[in-house]
């Protein structure tokens, strides 16, 4: 009886083990090729002059483990939140909740302590595997505010 219990919890262990092995590598590998909302993107404005995207110093990550992060680089572009050192400006948890929608659990905003244990209800729509347009509705006017994210790719030489 003992001998088969202990077969059975290293069985059981082992499973586990693998499983989570897996499970790891398979998260970390889908961050840089995912083709999904999961991945590291750059915030983005459309110059009228150029016709192109100018990037601006907000990163945000959005994991496959459910949790993301937003980090504000200073840049050189017209931003409004270039008077915020370059770090880690607000991380939380996110739940897609249909195939265009998500809401963030903004656990810390560190530039608006009142966002701070707030939820963010946003609409998303991937107009290519690298182009993400994210809306927000502005509680104060009711309208929905429109984003666009490039997605960041792995340096190639």
Request: net charge positive.
């Amino acid at each position: 009886m003992k001998t088969k219990f202990l077969v059975l919890s290293v069985g059981v262990l082992l499973f586990v083990s693998c499983s989570s092995l897996q499970k790891t590598n398979e998260a970390k590998h889908q961050l840089l090729t995912s083709k999904s909302l999961v991945g590291v993107w750059n915030q983005v404005f459309p110059s009228l002059k150029t016709k192109k995207f100018l990037r601006s110093g907000n990163f945000k990550f959005i994991n496959p483990d459910g949790t993301f992060y937003l980090m504000t680089v200073k840049s050189n572009c017209k931003n409004v939140l270039l008077n915020a050192p370059t770090g880690i400006s607000m991380y939380g948890t996110y739940e897609v909740t249909s195939k265009n929608t998500f809401i963030e659990h903004i656990e810390k905003h560190l530039l608006r302590s009142e966002m701070s244990g707030t939820e963010s209800r946003l609409r998303y729509k991937l107009k290519t595997a690298d182009l993400l347009m994210i809306e927000y509705k502005n509680e104060v006017t009711g309208k929905w505010i429109p984003e666009i994210w490039v997605r960041v790719k792995p340096i190639e030489r």
